[in-house]
Nanobody, 118 residues
Framework: QVQLVESGGGLVQPGGSLRLSCAAS????????MSWYRQAPGKERELVAT????????TYADSVKGRFTISRDNSKNTVYLQMKSLKPEDTAVYYC???????????WGQGTQVTVSS
């Protein structure tokens, strides 16, 4: 019933851009903070960006600050990650996460592959 479905990944050249989307259903989207995580080959999963439930506050990993932008549209139950000036080290599977801390509940999507290569 609960679903987080990522889309928008693919192959892009260094310096290019991609926009990831995560469509949520089966829960009250507007009550959850949303995040993007990524996991590169041979590395641990890392937090890329977080946006609060209202969209009023955003945080980013130092490695993507100034290049990536997280946003959400609560009317569409969707969170986005706009990625610019992509680098080969951005290559990873990107995962959408929804978290409501007060009730100790979190959901994960299946991930979408982003490959940055010439």
């Amino acid at each position: 019933q609960v679903q987080l479905v990522e889309s928008g990944g693919g192959l892009v050249q260094p310096g290019g851009s991609l926009r990831l989307s995560c469509a949520a259903s089966g829960f009250t989207f507007s009550l959850y903070a949303m995040s993007w995580y990524r996991q590169a080959p041979g590395k641990e999963r890392e937090l890329v960006a977080t946006i609060t439930s209202t969209g009023g506050s955003k945080t980013y990993a130092d490695s993507v600050k100034g290049r990536f932008t997280i946003s959400r549209d609560n009317s569409k139950n969707t969170v986005y990650l706009q990625m610019k000036s992509l680098k080969p080290e951005d290559t990873a599977v990107y995962y959408c996460n929804a978290e409501r801390v007060v009730v100790h509940r979190a959901y994960w999507g299946q991930g979408t592959q982003v490959t940055v290569s010439s």
